[in-house]
């Protein structure tokens, strides 16, 4: 069982009983994807890798960040985004350095069978996951959903290249894409994220 993100520090009892509540055991918890480095989707992954023993996979751009070897970059904040920035971040605790168990890279495979699709932009190695059984997409930060439609996430750290990650996106097959911010959307994804991407 692969668990993408873990939320911020002091999520990993929640995320075990949304395990418990579909049935599976806490040991079944294999891998850890953290699709890139902010603390808002890393902040539970120590916790839950002590309770579990999963393996922590990373994008090989932002695995030293995780680690703690190298700092992180900060975003290149819009004028729309300063304020939002200044509400946001210091209400998010600190992650801490943690082992990344595997680096990857686009098109490296999970243990159930999902496919890693790199997006930079929002992060140097920031990763989406695709589930091509299901026709199911996890963007991390790259895309949103606000009042129920995709959008270009925020706090990027280029613009551009995260541009370019939500067209790549766009031409997944997909029916539904889960985000890290923002309600999933169940049913046309696919089809809404490339006009999404035509507008960009």
């Not at 159930?112 to 996890?138: E, Y």
């Amino acid at each position: 069982m692969t668990v993408i993100d873990t939320g911020i520090a002091g999520s990993a009892a929640a995320i075990l009983h949304g395990v418990a509540a579909i049935g599976r055991r806490l040991e079944e918890v294999q891998e850890i994807v953290l699709t890139h480095f902010h603390d808002d989707h890393r902040g539970a992954a120590a916790e839950l890798v002590e309770r579990t023993g999963a393996e922590v996979l990373a994008h090989r751009a932002d695995a030293p960040v995780i680690e703690g070897r190298q700092p992180r970059t900060p975003p290149d904040l819009t004028e729309f985004e300063w304020p939002l920035a200044a509400a946001i971040f210091p209400t998010v605790a600190p992650a801490g350095p943690m082992r990344v168990d595997r680096e990857v890279d686009d098109g490296d495979a999970t243990a159930d069978g999902g496919v890693v699709v790199s997006v930079p932009g929002h992060t140097p190695g920031g990763v989406a996951l695709l589930l091509p059984r299901l026709g199911v997409l996890f963007t991390g930060d790259t895309i949103a959903s606000h009042e129920g439609d995709p959008i270009l996430g925020v706090f990027n750290i280029d613009r551009v290249a995260a541009i370019e990650s939500v067209r790549k996106q766009a031409g997944l097959d997909v029916e539904v894409a889960c985000f890290g911010h923002g309600a999933p959307i169940v049913g046309g994804a696919g089809r809404r994220i490339r006009a999404l991407a035509e507008g960009l």
